[in-house]
């Protein structure tokens, strides 16, 4: 593998992670301030329990791998402690967000939130051995998978009568917590369980060799829909999903799950970056007829770490020369129109044009995840100095 | 009132009503597809009901007050019919969404799909002397009254022991709905009763004078929210809240109401026109802190539009030269930008520097409504020809 130059682990450690530190803690209440404007200023204080574990999930990771900071563990360690004392409700779900000061003000239809709390406690407690953390992180999985399993226990948002179908964003979050699940307590044969579910769904239901695609949504026996939520492509969530598979890949040695994970990245740059401008687009249809969401042209910051993610592990798993030359493009696009050099962070929200469309540096939906994971998977991919796992197990 | 040159019935009569004529009616299944792309064409078929009914109410209201075109009445029928016979459900409320056959999709926490339902039957009610049709909007109107004045009947989004907050849009619709129950069906004690709690929401909780803004959450005694949805301004929707009020001064010769709404668009024209590129914005944080939503900064056509009708009302109740001026400006930039000569009716959506974002011309929030119905408002209210209604009682 030919080096690059980026140095991730100096952006991560020097232009992103202080950002955090410096601004999101709330001292006072427990857990994370997200909303977040350029400068670091609050601009309001709800808080949304996936952005809460996604952070202590982060932050214990950096410790755990990384560097063993104190500082990084004292952060993680303020977000677990407002995650327990308030995330769950009495029958074990997760609330989706909540007050100031922890108080619930919303429990949703979706199980992302206890996704994020599972490897939230689960990374929590491999940093700090806080037994108690890992058997509510255990604890947390299991309820999810069973509430997943089980039909009606989640109140549909379509009438099931009517109409069934299912979303990519389901097995895909299960892929990647249940890899998260096993770096940090081990082996369980409901991992294996719960993977085979995911790359059976994901492969066999979401994708479609013969448009190119992996799909956001199909029937609930996969049939491609032909309706704009049934053609709606998401190419950074496609490219996300891929590196996902191309972790399950290199720690099975799979072969056949790399080819499919390669060919979304492949599908997924070719149809979803935008040679006008640079970037990928946040939402299309498959035979372009007009997406459904507004901000379908627009550049999220987060497809575009992804995708510097998903290009790097191609190049580390094959060598090709085209998932480097990805990469860097990619990078570069992101140095010129995402990264604030003056605040820190990377901006969130671009115009098509690359022009910047909303300062803030967090809000509902941007925490302290995507951006560092970016520069710590991309640090861990790139491993100049081998003193690191293999990326897919760290 | 001086002459205005624009065309207001050409535009209606020959640019927009026609692509509806041509390209929405579902001959084969009842009602109207609005997933139409920029030349016409249908790509998608499910029907969201406040679509169907704002086209069945537009159609009638065309049929009654501008000419007695039996084309418009049995496009109004197809959509009534398709309504009567599958919008309902066992409980009396309506649903939100359908399949392209009249299946439930879909029934939601808010009144917004029975509002337009009631307006739909009381209009197509008039038009057709379909007495079931009329029984039917009095029915629709007195069960989304007791809904909406009983605590609880309706799931809450956010936890009410945890927080209590309340949105313009109820009485802001309920203010709109009332005034088309009254022209259909007539005087009623309860049209009063709904008209004085709109007025004191609107004028009492959601004004302040101090902030010269119309806000478009509160707390449930009115209280100023601060959080990001609590400084929330959406001008388009402020501006279309100004003419409902104006209609009202109008009808009651009431010049505090008329002042209030005077100053409401006054001050959303200040705050939410970009003079840089022209057009309303979406949203705004009425702090200047930044909009949680992604699209803030587009120029959507429904806020444009509903400029236009309220500067022209405002011009012919003060004779004021400024407001001639404002919807002169906004007429152009909506010439220039929205509309499309060569399919007809309005793009939907432009980014912000006025190019079109997405070209379809119907979605799940766009149909045949918000356009005609400023060019009807527009043409009713410069009244050339004195034939008409005065536009505040039409």
Redesign the interface.
């Known amino acids: 593998m030919q080096s690059l130059d980026a140095d991730y682990c100096g952006q991560l450690v020097d232009g992103v992670v202080p950002f955090w530190v410096e601004h999101s803690l709330d001292r006072a209440c427990g857990g994370y301030h997200t909303?977040l404007?350029r400068e670091g200023q609050v601009?309001?204080?709800?808080k949304y329990v996936w952005l809460q574990a996604r952070q202590v999930w982060m932050f214990s990771k950096l410790y755990n791998a990384l560097e063993a900071r104190s500082e990084w563990l004292d952060v993680a360690r303020l977000g677990y402690e407002f995650l327990a004392k308030h995330a769950y409700d009495a029958d074990g779900r997760v609330f989706f967000a909540l007050?100031r000061d922890g108080?619930?003000?919303?429990k949703r239809r979706y199980l992302f939130s206890e996704t994020f709390a599972a490897i939230a406690c689960a990374e929590y407690g491999r940093a700090s051995g806080d037994e108690a953390a890992l058997e509510r992180a255990r604890a947390t999985y299991r309820l999810l998978w069973r509430f997943y399993r089980t039909p009606g226990s989640l109140e549909p948002?379509?009438?099931p009568r009517?109409?069934r179908c299912k979303a990519l964003a389901m097995p895909m979050i299960l892929l990647a917590t249940t890899h998260e699940m096993r770096l940090a307590l081990g082996d369980d044969p409901l991992y294996d369980e719960v993977l085979a579910h995911s790359l059976d769904e994901i492969r066999g239901q979401f994708l479609r060799r013969e448009e190119r695609a992996l799909f956001e949504t199909v029937g609930a026996d996969g049939e491609r829909l032909d309706?704009?939520e049934g053609r709606c492509i998401n190419p950074g969530h496609a490219i996300e999903a891929s590196w996902f598979l191309m972790r399950e890949a290199a720690r099975r040695d799979d072969h056949g799950i790399l080819r499919d994970a390669l060919d979304i990245l492949d599908w997924s740059l070719a149809r979803g970056w935008d040679e006008a401008y640079g970037g990928l687009y946040s939402f299309l249809?498959v035979e372009g007829?007009?997406?459904?969401q507004?901000?379908?042209?627009?550049k999220l910051w987060w497809p575009q770490g992804e995708a510097m993610i998903a290009t790097l592990a191609a190049y580390a798993l094959t060598g090709e020369a085209r998932y480097r030359s990805w990469h860097k493009r990619i990078g570069r696009y992101v140095s010129d129109h995402f990264v604030d050099r003056a605040y820190g962070e990377w901006y969130g929200?671009l115009?098509?044009d690359g022009t910047v469309?909303?300062?803030?540096k967090g809000?509902?939906f941007k925490g302290a995840f995507h951006v560092p994971r970016t520069l710590w998977m991309c640090h861990l991919i790139a491993n100049k100095d081998k003193s690191l796992q293999p990326w897919y197990l760290a």
Chains 1, 2 share one sequence.
């Open positions: 909303f404007d601009y309001g204080s709800d007050t108080r619930p003000l919303r948002k379509i009438d009517t109409r309706s704009p249809d007829r007009p997406p459904l507004l901000e379908w042209d627009m929200y115009h098509r469309a909303l300062d803030c809000s509902a």
